[in-house]
């Protein structure tokens, strides 16, 4: 590891990124009437599907809630009070969760690390059908479990909001100045173990 900052430049510099990876963006704006369509929600899902993971145990699993629907409901009732302000103007909210044992019934360390994986995957097929993925870590997990009845092995870990751009003047006077805000990122140099 010693050496980067000859190997990797001068760090400080943005290196080559695909359009795909620097347009991604996490709003909390979304349109209200814009709906996803089935092959939308497929072409996400299956983005998801191929990530990789620990031995290929695949342990992530996805409940999709399209807005006005039961699930989509009971998803945004247990959501932190803060979240629920803008996130029930997405087209869908999916809840991510993963599988706490593997097929043979032992433990799965690296499960919630696939799952991010699976997300990821996701988040880059929404960019590229100019769709929109804020995920969302406050949540009720226990209320989540009840609601939506849950196997005791599932582990629910993160909510992904997906839909289209609103109108980021329709937030509260505090989402909209981070909305429409400058993107930020810590400089390339300060990520580096050394």
């Known amino acids: 590891m010693w050496g980067q900052s000859a190997r990797y430049g001068t760090l400080g510099t943005m290196a080559q990124l695909s359009p795909i990876l620097a ?11 814009a709906d996803l369509t089935d092959a939308e929600v497929a072409s996400l899902l299956e983005a998801a599907r191929w990530a990789p993971s620990a031995d290929n145990t695949q342990p992530w ?3 999709v809630g399209r807005r006005d629907d039961e699930a989509f409901k009971r998803i945004l009732t247990n959501l932190s009070a803060g ?6 103007r997405a087209s869908a909210l999916l809840l991510g969760a993963h599988t706490t044992t593997g097929p043979t019934g032992g433990p799965l360390p690296h499960a919630a690390y696939d799952l991010g994986q699976a997300v990821a995957h996701l988040t880059v097929q929404a960019t590229v059908l100019r769709l929109y993925v804020r995920q969302i870590s406050g949540f009720d997990a226990a209320g989540l479990r009840t609601d939506l009845e849950l196997c005791p092995e599932v582990r629910p870990h993160v909510v992904v909001a ?3 751009l609103g109108d980021p003047y329709s937030l509260p006077e ?3 100045a981070r909305e429409i805000g400058l993107r930020q990122r810590r400089p390339l140099a300060e990520l580096m173990l050394r």
């Not at 979240?83 to 029930?88: E, I, P, S």
Request: glycine content about 8%; hydrophobic content about 40%.
């Open 174 to 176: 505090d989402l909209r």
């Open 61 to 63: 699993r996805f409940l």
């Open 162 to 164: 997906v839909g289209r």
């Open 23 to 33: 347009t991604r963006w996490s709003p909390h704006a979304f349109d209200p009437v």
């Open 83 to 88: 979240n629920q302000r803008w996130a029930g």
